[in-house]
């Protein structure tokens, strides 16, 4: 039994390691307030955002497949919340049932028939949704999902279980076995045989005796235990475990892949109620969200209007700033200009609705059409590098050399001011000669930048292969926090922050 | 009859086998070698053979061809697999002594003469099947063809086999009502467990493992298994009165020539097993041309075996170094960059020379040895020796104990011998110990940071051990055959991380 409403094809595994370099996308990107939101205060559903999220899908069909199961959830948010709830309810539900002598298959058998019993009833209560809202669904993963529970779990299978469980809570009863000689002469391959619960009568009992009486022709032979043999009676409990344990076993692995259906059900619909959570926190202050069409890499980079940074609207009253960006068939974008212009959030929000789009959640923006990516990357300046002058090229340049460790041709490299550690000769030479190279094989490249000699170089070999976007600064000084198209410029306006930080003190500038 | 893998000629062994390891065990990283090769074949006591030096080299063409006859994978596998099989026949034998109860002790011993009888007869085929060329092999083929056939063999195997056909095909009951055990015949009930498993089978799918109960599985038997055990003999009387028979007759039953085979084939399969890694990871090991009294050597792509499986497990890469000696060469001076593989450039040259010594395959693509009667070792030690004075008083004293020893055919490795002193004394006293060795005329390794060591006469060679030439603080582990120097290098910084334009070229392009 699978609940497949992540992958067409296989489970979600929340046991893998996030992909090195993860930990960068969470501190650049600034996921944390992302998790935040999609949890809603539950750390388990945090958990899942955060593995979904940083392991995203290759191909576009895996992403249409899931954006299809969260546009159910999105019309159906009842219903789902409500299948989660059952599985979180089995889940602890089996946690409470208490296990002792786990080690004896007698302890084992008895824990899993009264599991068992918890469980059918959730199963049930599972089917009975299916049945009613079945027509309600529109996407693949939902109406497979629902044909396979109609079809595992019947009404005579669920009554069958019901008859061997009732059978099963036997105890300490007679117990009739088969058996060969194993190794040394010890007795092997114990198996227990129907009837079970019969007790000898007595006069069979008294036939017995007669027969041994008599012997010689006689094939049954008698040994009893004293009454206060304790060793004898253990002897004999581990015999009828020998016996009992392939049936326990069984029972235990029944249980446990029960159990296993229940978590992995929580754990798909987790990151689809944590979906459903953001979606609640952004349209509640009418940010536009909306589900974007998916390209195969080489069609497109990003085609976007209203594309806002999620995280940073998560973290203010208001709207964010919605920008534009049109890149199709160029695999480099260089954004320059004004500092604190808006040019790092512009770099922010698409790598979010990237990441998002890849993950097949909706994204922030009023329409997104983007390449699907083999994987993403960021190389941001670190603010904690300031502090260290000495080592800090020898850092960017060790960070950057991990990341072209990892690369794989289709991944999308987003650098923020990278290399602007040493001098603007010796940066963009070194920037030049890496971006060169990621080009060439086959990566997609977002440069914010002020180091000029770097976009004025590629913008006077090919001026439309890439892509160049200025941070906006109107003629008055003012930003807009917009970024537009246009050529590089061999200021960046530093000086501009320096004045309005410095206003007060009538500080002097050039 | 006597035919041992080892020696042609028997007397050989007799003068030699030792407890304690030669004094340049340690130095060389042997007793890590020996120790490592052993490891899990201590019963075998084979650290004699390692110990003892052959002294001719039809000796050690002698081991050639019987490692050449191992190296064919048949061969290897049925030897292998005998000898696996035969320690566990002494394990069992061990385990018999301990037990008590006799219908126990009687079905051990049966099945353990089984295992003996199938394993010798499994290694006669295949050895039969084989291509051997080797006449240690050969002649212990013929001695085992004729054991096979004998009376005495086949009586023993045809009566073991009988009477295990017997004990397996008895099937019993076992009733287990309270304090009461019944046996007896089994009667044909249907099998419970299978329908149990059978309704739950689809719940077993997925990743759970079955549960597996672990039984504590003692050797001996408790007095209720001793109970039932009895009674199953009572219902079959015969088959157990024929076992008792049988066990006084085959009271001693291990052929003494196949026991002795058995020890010395671990020398051979313990060498192989521990190169195979090596050779699986590229390296390459070959069978040195070995002669008396030759007058120069060469091994080329050779390495520190000890050092090679300890990169290997922590997945580093092994450099390999070629050495030579052309006539009239004698002494190679080993000089050049700190920490740059100068020692275990020496140790590799004291491990080739010292195992090709004992018949094995050594570390190298091609190799060509003279045969050295034994291998000297000066390296400074760490020992507790207080001042520098009586530090180097120490050292000259170990020198001249080498010195004692000494012959024409022996081979002296100094390692940075007296270089605590200071340079004019080092400088004195390794021209000294150079003299006396060519006086001798010994073969010498001499590690130093003296340059002019390296030009002394035509009897030295010049090592050097080399850093990258773009980047003097990356050590490659190479020393080659040229004249000192002490070169210093420096480069970009960028080429460091191998983010050039055409680094990062090249490592995107795999």
Redesign the interface.
């Known amino acids: 039994m699978k609940a497949h409403l992540m992958f067409r094809d296989r489970d979600l595994d929340l046991t893998a390691q996030p992909a090195a370099g993860a930990e960068d996308l969470v501190q650049d990107l600034s996921l944390e307030s992302i998790f935040a939101a999609m949890s809603g205060g539950d750390p388990y559903l945090r958990d899942v955002a955060q593995r979904v999220l940083l392991g995203g899908l290759e191909e576009t069909a895996a992403i249409r497949y899931r954006q299809s199961i969260l546009a159910d959830c999105i019309a159906q948010p009842e219903i789902v919340r409500r299948m989660y709830a059952i599985a979180v309810s089995a889940i602890e539900g089996e946690r409470h049932v208490w296990g002792f002598t786990l080690r004896h298959p007698e302890g084992v058998l008895h824990r899993a028939v009264e599991v068992l019993g918890i469980f059918r009833d959730h199963l049930r209560e599972l089917r009975g949704i299916a049945d009613a809202h079945v027509g309600r669904f529109q996407s693949e993963g939902f109406r497979v999902f629902f044909t396979m529970l109609e079809g595992e779990l019947d009404d005579a299978y669920l009554a069958r279980i019901a008859e061997h469980l009732n059978r099963l809570r036997f105890r300490k009863n007679s117990l009739l076995m088969s058996a060969r000689l194993g190794r040394s002469n010890k007795g092997t391959q114990y198996r227990i045989r129907k009837p079970l619960n019969v007790r000898l009568t007595l006069r069979e009992r008294v036939e017995c005796w007669a027969k041994q009486l008599v012997g010689g022709e006689t094939s049954t032979f008698v040994y009893e235990l004293d009454d206060r043999d304790e060793a004898g009676f253990q002897a004999l409990q581990e015999l009828r475990d020998r016996g009992i344990a392939p049936v326990a076993s069984a029972l235990a692995a029944s249980t446990a892949h029960i159990l296993d259906f229940f978590k992995m059900l929580r754990a798909e619909l987790a990151f689809h109620i944590g979906c459903l959570n953001l979606r609640e926190r952004l349209t509640a202050k009418h940010e536009p969200v909306c589900f974007p069409d998916t390209v195969s890499n080489e069609e497109c980079l990003v085609d976007a209007r209203g594309l806002y940074d999620l995280s940073l609207t998560l973290n203010m009253e208001g709207r964010a700033i919605g920008n534009e960006l049109t890149a199709e068939r160029q695999r480099l974008v260089m954004i320059t200009g004004a500092n604190r212009g808006g040019k790092t959030t512009f770099l922010r929000s698409i790598g979010l609705a990237q990441l998002l789009m890849q993950c097949g959640a909706f994204v922030p923006a009023e329409r997104y059409r983007a390449g699907v990516c083999s994987a993403l990357f960021t190389h941001f300046r670190r603010e904690e590098d300031v502090a260290m002058r000495s080592g800090k090229l020898d850092e960017e340049l060790s960070r950057m050399s991990a990341i072209v460790d990892r690369l794989r041709e289709g991944a999308m490299v987003l650098l923020n001011e990278s290399f602007a550690s040493t001098n603007e000769r010796e940066g963009s030479e070194i920037a030049r000669q890496i971006v060169g190279a990621l080009l060439e094989r086959g990566m997609k490249v977002i440069y914010v930048t002020h180091l000029y000699d770097l976009a004025e170089s590629f913008y006077r070999v090919s001026p439309v292969s890439a892509v160049f976007l200025r941070a906006e600064r109107l003629a008055d000084g003012r930003r807009t926090f917009k970024v537009v198209e246009g050529e590089p410029l061999s200021t960046s306006f530093g000086a501009d922050v320096y004045r309005r930080v410095f206003k007060s003190e009538g500080a002097h500038f050039e | 009859m006597r035919c041992s893998i080892l020696f042609d000629a028997p007397d050989e062994r007799l003068l030699t086998e030792r407890q304690e390891s030669p004094e340049c065990f340690r130095d060389l990283n042997l007793d890590q070698i020996a120790a490592a090769v052993t490891a899990g074949r201590e019963p075998y006591d084979l650290l004699p053979i390692f110990h003892l030096p052959l002294t001719s080299a039809e000796a050690v063409r002698y081991r050639h061809q019987v490692f050449q006859d191992f190296e064919n994978p048949a061969v290897f596998a049925c030897i292998a697999s005998f000898s696996e099989r035969m320690r566990g026949v002494r394990a069992a034998l061990a385990e018999t002594g301990k ?1 008590y109860c006799e ?2 002790k ?3 011993h049966l ?1 353990t003469i089984g295992e003996y009888c199938e394993s010798v007869n499994a290694l006669t085929r295949a050895l039969t099947l084989s291509q051997l060329n080797s006449s240690g092999l050969m002649r212990l083929r013929q001695y085992l063809s004729e054991y096979t056939v004998s009376m005495e063999f086949g009586s023993l195997a045809a009566e073991t086999d009988a009477l295990q056909g017997d ?2 095909a ?17 009667g044909g ?6 329908e ?2 059978e ?2 089978a ?14 504590r599985n003692r ?1 001996a ?5 001793e ?3 009895d ?2 003999a ?2 079959f009387p015969e088959i157990f009165s024929t076992l008792a028979r049988y066990c006084e007759h085959y009271r001693e039953f291990l052929d003494p020539v196949v026991a002795e085979f058995e020890r010395e084939a671990q020398f051979y399969l313990a060498w192989l097993e521990y190169l195979r890694p090596l050779e699986r990871a590229g390296l390459r090991v070959c069978y040195p041309e070995v002669s008396a009294g030759a007058r120069s050597s060469r091994c080329f792509d050779t390495f520190d075996l000890a050092l090679a499986h300890r990169l290997l497990a922590e997945r580093g890469a092994v450099v390999v170094n070629d050495f030579e000696l052309r006539m009239p060469e004698r002494i190679m001076v080993v000089s050049g960059a700190n920490q740059g593989g100068k020692s275990t450039f020496a140790r590799l040259i004291g491990q080739t020379y010292y195992l090709a010594g004992i018949g094995c395959r050594v570390a190298g693509r091609e190799a060509a040895l003279p045969l050295v009667d034994q291998v000297l070792t000066h390296f400074e030690r760490e020992e507790h020796v207080e001042t520098l004075s009586g530090k180097l008083e120490e050292s000259l004293g170990r020198m001249r104990r080498l010195f004692e020893r000494a012959t024409p055919s022996s081979l002296l490795i100094m390692n940075e011998s007296f270089d605590s002193t200071t340079v004019r004394d080092a400088l004195f006293l390794n021209r000294e110990v150079l003299r006396r060795v060519t006086e001798r005329d010994m073969l010498c390794v001499c590690v130093t940071f003296l340059d002019e060591l390296a030009s002394l006469s035509e009897k030295t060679v010049s090592y050097v051990a080399t850093v990258n030439a773009k980047d003097s603080a990356t050590r490659t582990y190479r020393v080659v055959r040229r004249p000192a120097e002490g070169l210093a290098y420096a480069m970009a ?2 080429e ?7 680094r ?2 090249e ?3 795999q």
Not at chain 2, 189 to 194: S, T, V
Not at chain 2, 221 to 225: D, L, R, S
Not at chain 2, 496 to 502: A, C, F, I, R, V
């Open positions: 037990l219908l126990q009687q079905r051990e099945d004990l397996a008895i099937a019993y009951e076992v009733r287990i009502d309270g304090k009461r055990i019944e046996v007896s015949r089994y009930e249907p099998d419970y467990a299978a149990v498993l309704t739950f689809k719940f077993k799918q997925g990743a759970v493992d079955p549960r597996e109960f672990a039984f050797s038997m408790n007095h209720i298994e109970a039932i055990v009674r199953v009572r219902v910084i960028a460091k991380y191998g983010l050039t334009y055409e990062v070229r490592r995107l392009s």
